[in-house]
């Protein structure tokens, strides 16, 4: 649960500037059409993802495909949804067809999610001690 708007939320997850600063580890993130890159502080990419659907202000489902992991690693899928609970938003972070031996992404979601709240309540992201 986040204190802050639908439009803030959507704008913070859609915002590659905004995803920058409340990322826990990549300082970079670009976005081209719906290709979104997620870049260490080093430039070697984390993460990509492809937008696949938006519901504008409401659902965001993407590809996922996790770099941290090797090259060849294989791809999943997943999708941020908010439900406006009065001054609140309801965050849910959905994630799909995880590869076995891609368990620790839960650890990552979790701190993005704690990330994006600072971020959207205090305007200052957590960033994670690499």
């Known amino acids: 649960f986040i204190r802050c708007t ?6 913070a997850l ?18 081209k059409g719906d290709d979104i890159s997620f870049i260490l502080p080093d430039g070697t ?18 590809t996922f ?18 439900e406006p609970q009065g001054d609140q938003c309801k965050l849910t972070i959905e994630h799909y067809d995880i590869p076995d031996g891609q368990e620790g992404v839960a650890e990552g979601w979790s701190r993005l999610a704690s990330s994006l709240k600072s971020w959207l309540e205090t305007g200052t992201g957590l960033k994670a001690a690499m």
């Open 6 to 11: 639908q439009d803030a939320w959507w704008d």
């Open 14 to 31: 859609s915002d590659p500037t905004q995803m920058a600063a409340y990322h826990f580890a990549c300082d970079v993130v670009t976005r």
């Open 45 to 62: 990419p984390m993460l990509s993802m492809s937008v696949t659907k938006e519901t504008p202000k409401t659902r965001i489902e993407t």
């Open 65 to 82: 495909q996790p770099h941290f992991y090797g090259p060849d690693a294989p791809g999943s899928r997943m999708a941020y949804s908010v």
